[in-house]
T-cell receptor
């Protein structure tokens, strides 16, 4: 079965600390991987994506993610978070074959940055 | 840069009424996707269109229908509204499918069914 799992529903962290938001997927076909951020009462903004090539991808706002095929993971990291990073983060996957195109989202991780 | 436009941004309807949500993709984008995000939920794929033809279908109720027009804008028609239809409805657009070109999301339409 094809699925996306975000392992943490909530992640509290202090300002300037590093953070990792975990995402695992299950698939028997090729995948494209994305991270989106949703600020309160707003739409979804693309942070970064992995389509092919280097497994370490850098995105906006200082975020990066690493694709690990053997562990079927795509964890999101930031070395030093700011208060403004408080938001909900969604890992999303498009699966190959006939379902290419539509995004399957994880359950979301609420990142709360405390001063 | 131009973004995806959705209208209306907010909509309040009574049970059993109908609603029409509109989506205007980024210029030159030929693929449109609709997603539904319930309160505290992750977005769920409803339906997509490529070059005015339905390209994929997800968990869209039979009470809902959608289409993409010649100018590539799309409309989601929702009939016999139920309380459970209250959600944030996102439209996203991309350049083409099935190249998995990145999807860009609109701000969403928040539908409240009373």
């Amino acid at each position: 079965a094809q699925s996306v799992t975000q392992l943490d529903s909530q992640v509290p962290v202090f300002e300037e600390a590093p953070v990792e938001l975990r995402c695992n997927y299950s698939s028997s076909v090729s995948v494209y991987l994305f991270w989106y951020v949703q600020y309160p009462n707003q739409g979804l903004q693309l942070l970064l994506k992995y389509l092919s090539g280097s497994t370490l991808v850098k995105g906006i706002n200082g975020f990066e993610a690493e694709f690990n095929k053997s562990q079927t993971s795509f964890h999101l990291r930031k070395p030093s978070v700011h208060i403004s990073d408080t938001a909900e983060y969604f890992c999303a996957v498009t699966f190959g074959g006939t379902s290419y195109g539509k995004l399957t989202f994880g359950q979301g991780t609420i990142l709360t940055v405390h001063p | 840069a131009a973004g995806v436009i959705q209208s209306p941004r907010h909509l309040i309807k009574e049970k059993r009424e109908t609603a029409t949500l509109k989506c205007y993709p980024i210029p030159r984008h030929d693929t449109v996707y609709w997603y539904q995000q319930g309160p505290g939920q992750d977005p769920q794929f409803l339906i997509s269109f490529y070059e005015k033809m339905q390209s994929d279908k997800g968990s869209i109720p039979d009470r809902f229908s959608a289409q993409q027009f010649s100018d590539y804008h799309s409309e989601l028609n929702m009939s016999s509204l139920e309380l459970g239809d209250s959600a944030l409805y996102f439209c996203a657009s991309s350049l083409s499918e099935p190249s998995a070109e990145t999807q860009y999301f609109g701000p969403g339409t928040r539908l409240l069914v009373l």
